[in-house]
T-cell receptor, first 118, second 118 residues
Framework: AQKITQTQPGMFVQEKEAVTLDCTYD???????LFWYKQPSSGEMIFLIY??????QNATEGRYSLNFQKARKSANLVISASQLGDSAMYFC???????????????FGTGTQLKVEL | GAVVSQHPSRVICKSGTSVKIECRSL??????MFWYRQFPKQSLMLMAT?????????EQGVEKDKFLINHASLTLSTLTVTSAHPEDSSFYIC??????????????FGPGTRLTVT
């Protein structure tokens, strides 16, 4: 089974609208971390937001929020008030296990290409 | 924030030659660095985990004799693609783990290196 599943290869949203990018994950670990990254055409990976498995509140970072539903194993990214500069590839990633235990590698989903339109 | 650099950003080499890519953590000591490969319009695939002072751990299916990784210091890891072939053309990205952080800022990505083998 895929550890990280992003079912939307491409999404369109109008400027100033909100958009939700889906991400589901699969792990048997109790301690894990979920990340969202933005990758523009330049290729750099830009960290957006993080949710720890023990965090009770949904993470928020400016216009980004993470809709964390632990029982459903989903970690959807919500971008509010979309801007033209938000057009990029978005990746969901998971780090399993505790960071102190050496389990630090990230597993990435296949990504969602977001295009913001006027 | 922490910065990770990669050099070169782009490289073109002839088939059969070797090319070295450097990954440096600029303001923290990275005991662990990760090397990813990304083909066009695809996700990041972890190639290997590089630990300072020890042998790298390669993911299944990655040829360790072809992709040589050296993590000789706490701020530098190198990836050497030996006897490169056109199918090795890809975007190579490194990330470095800050052992003093956990959660959102535990890993920092370099800007990537685009390798083209002719």
């Amino acid at each position: 089974a895929q550890k990280i599943t992003q079912t939307q290869p491409g999404m369109f949203v109008q400027e100033k609208e909100a958009v939700t990018l889906d991400c589901t994950y699969d792990t048997s670990d109790q301690s894990y971390g979920l990340f969202w990254y933005k990758q523009p055409s330049s290729g750099e990976m830009i960290f957006l937001i993080y949710q720890g498995s023990y965090d009770e509140q949904n993470a928020t970072e400016g216009r980004y929020s993470l809709n964390f539903q632990k029982a459903r194993k989903s970690a959807n990214l919500v971008i509010s008030a979309s801007q033209l500069g938000d057009s990029a590839m978005y990746f969901c990633a998971m780090r399993e296990g505790s960071t102190t235990g050496g389990g630090n590698k990230l597993t990435f989903g296949t990504g969602t290409q977001l295009k913001v339109e006027l | 924030g922490a910065v990770v650099s990669q050099h070169p950003s782009r490289v073109i080499c002839k088939s059969g030659t070797s090319v070295k890519i450097e990954c440096r953590s600029l303001d923290f000591q990275a005991t662990t660095m990760f090397w990813y490969r990304q083909f066009p319009k695809q996700s990041l695939m972890l190639m290997a985990t590089s630990n300072e002072g020890s042998k790298a751990t390669y993911e299944q299916g990655v040829e360790k004799d072809k992709f040589l990784i050296n993590h000789a210091s706490l701020t530098l890891s190198t990836l050497t693609v030996t006897s490169a072939h056109p199918e090795d053309s890809s975007f190579y990205i490194c990330s470095a783990r800050d052992p003093n952080r956990r959660g959102p800022y535990e890993q920092y990505f370099g800007p990537g290196t685009r390798l083209t083998v002719t």
